[in-house]
């Protein structure tokens, strides 16, 4: 349900980082947005109906929290910081919002367990640059999310939605699209943030789809794809090959890579996710 809610401005975030004697901790990856429009950009893009549960990491100050509560969403936040998490519930109640609207956890996001997600939860946030792309795999692989819009640095933006064949495809890349189909939205200014971090941020949206196969076929997978990429200059006959030859001793790194359907010729930076599965499947014929 909607709510009379008021949005954060920058001078009362201010007064609330002083009043908490708040220095923003670099290791905790902590820049507070404080523009209501960049807020409010994000649950556009969201689509958020009022039925929606939203799961929001690092809440900061509550800037983010309560654009999102004031669209009607319920919302669990997550937050490591202690004095953060003890000072939001009373911020956001000051600014219109019912206690039955919104949870607020104090836990590292790593530390989440499925069970504390609702199902068909959405994540939005201004995730930590130092840990967001670990924060999301953690999330998707619990099965819990509907979709995702979260603000996190270009680069990392750029390399969770690059596509095989590109220079920025990578490992996160490769693991994102087991779970989901990732796409830059827009780009946002550093400026919207306090204090000014030396890059800029992008959104980015995650259309999530059903995991691509078993738990165990994507641990698995996820190996393949981390020592492919660990020597990604190298054809995958030989960046594979001992990785290969400790499932399948009496084969070789052409043969198996073959079987898979995959030239062993080729490079980890043109394999899509489902070519990195195929060879995590043929690993498992023992």
């Known amino acids: 349900m909607r709510q009379e809610i008021s949005l954060l401005g920058a001078k009362e975030i201010r007064e609330i980082a002083t009043s908490l004697d708040l220095v923003p901790s670099k290791g905790l990856g902590q820049n507070f947005v404080h523009d209501a429009n960049t807020c409010e950009k994000l649950v556009r893009l969201a689509e958020l109906k009022d039925s929606d549960r939203v ?51 104090t836990k590292d996001a790593m530390q989440l367990r499925s069970e504390e997600i609702a199902e068909g939860s959405l994540l939005v946030a201004n995730l930590p640059y130092n840990v967001s792309v670990p924060v999301i795999l953690h999330i998707l692989s619990m099965a819990r999310i509907s979709r995702a819009v979260v603000m996190v640095q270009s680069e990392v933006a750029t390399r969770l939605a690059a596509q095989p064949g590109s220079k920025e495809y990578g490992v996160p890349s490769a693991k994102v699209a087991w779970f989901a189909d990732a796409a830059i939205a827009d780009r946002v200014s550093a400026k919207v943030f306090w204090p000014v971090p030396r890059v800029d941020s992008s959104l980015l949206t995650l259309r999530v789809h059903p995991p691509l196969s078993s738990e165990a076929d994507r641990e698995l997978t996820f ?46 930076e043109s394999i899509q996710i489902e070519g990195f599965l195929a060879i995590a499947k043929t690993l498992q014929k023992r």
């Open 55 to 105: 799961v929001e990491i690092g809440p900061g100050l509550g800037s983010l929290t309560l654009a999102l509560l004031r669209a009607g969403a319920a919302v669990t936040a997550v937050e490591i910081d202690k004095r953060l998490a003890s000072r939001l519930p009373q911020t956001l109640r000051e600014h219109g919002a019912t206690d039955e609207s919104f949870e607020v956890i």
């Open 223 to 268: 190996k393949v794809i981390d020592t492919a990429f660990n020597q990604r200059r190298k054809m995958l006959r030989s960046s594979l090959e001992s990785l290969i030859s400790q499932y399948l001793p009496n084969q070789s790194s052409e043969e198996v890579l073959e079987s898979s359907g995959i030239k062993p010729t080729e490079r980890a």
